[in-house]
């Protein structure tokens, strides 16, 4: 059992997460990648539901939001599950050719996501986090850096969470929803049924957050390998397709 407990900044919620026990088990990097986008998700729902103010780009905040609720939640777990993230990632990067990349994409690219996330970890606790910042090539001068913008973030994620978007001991919570939707994917279904993980997820956000609206969590089969917060419907849609992503990924990454 994993041990999480609730956003960084005061929540009290603790919640567990069942480690794999078999082959027909999510594994830790399948797990790792959608921990990740779940709370980029919940990041960006946090953001849409609280009218939080955004400087830059939100797809980065939603990023910082993760890596550093993963940080807090998770201690001395969150180190494998962040260097699972950036490996999706900075795998990802090495199989599009440099021709394709997508300067316009809304979301900075991967490998840039991949070094960020490592840059997190490493500014947050440089003595504990020194060799994932070794395992990731990060040069001297970005470590210099990270020390620095990494506690920004922390700060800046602290100071907005605490304007009112956290759930007040005596506030009531508000339910959230988890649904695991009918597919052809149904390996990927009962996978992800079985890991709790959504589930956990959801409780931490309902325990975390004074949620104005109630909030859906869906997991879909939708055509596509993807994650989605809508704004319309207030509902965080992890996709089956993505799970099968991660551990395509997962099987190139370990066979090289
Ligand atoms: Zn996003």
């Given at each position: 059992m994993r041990r999480v407990k609730g956003s960084?900044?005061?929540?009290a919620a603790w919640i567990f997460l069942s480690a794999p026990v078999s082959a027909q088990d999510l594994t830790p990097f399948v797990e790792a990648n959608a921990i990740h986008t779940l709370f980029h998700e919940i990041g960006h729902a946090v953001i849409d539901q609280f009218q939080l103010p955004v400087i830059g780009q939100e797809e980065d905040a939603a990023d910082s939001f993760a890596t550093l609720e993963i940080i807090n939640a998770f201690e001395d777990d969150a180190k494998p599950i962040l260097i699972d993230v950036a490996s999706a990632w900075l795998h990802l990067d090495a199989k599009t050719d440099r021709e394709d990349?997508?300067?316009?994409?809304?979301?900075?690219?991967d490998a840039q996501r991949a070094y960020r996330t490592i840059c997190h970890l490493y500014g947050i606790d440089p003595d504990a986090n020194a060799d994932a910042a070794e395992w990731a090539d990060l040069p001297d001068e970005t470590l210099d850096t990270c020390t620095d913008t990494a506690p920004l973030a922390q700060d800046s994620w602290e100071m907005l969470l605490q304007s009112g978007v956290l759930l007040g001991n005596d506030e009531p919570q508000t339910p959230i929803d988890v649904s695991y939707e009918e597919t052809s994917l149904t390996q990927w279904r009962s996978q992800l049924m079985d890991s709790g993980l959504m589930d956990d997820l959801a409780i931490y956000a309902q325990t975390s957050f004074a949620w104005p609206n109630p909030v859906r969590f869906v997991a879909s089969?939708?055509?596509?390998?993807n994650a989605f917060y809508d704004p319309q419907t207030v509902t965080v849609t992890l996709c089956y397709e993505i799970l099968d992503d991660w551990a395509i990924a997962e099987v190139e990454i370990l066979s090289q």
């Open positions: 960084s900044v005061g929540a990349l997508d300067f316009f994409d809304e979301h900075d690219l089969e939708c055509g596509e390998a």
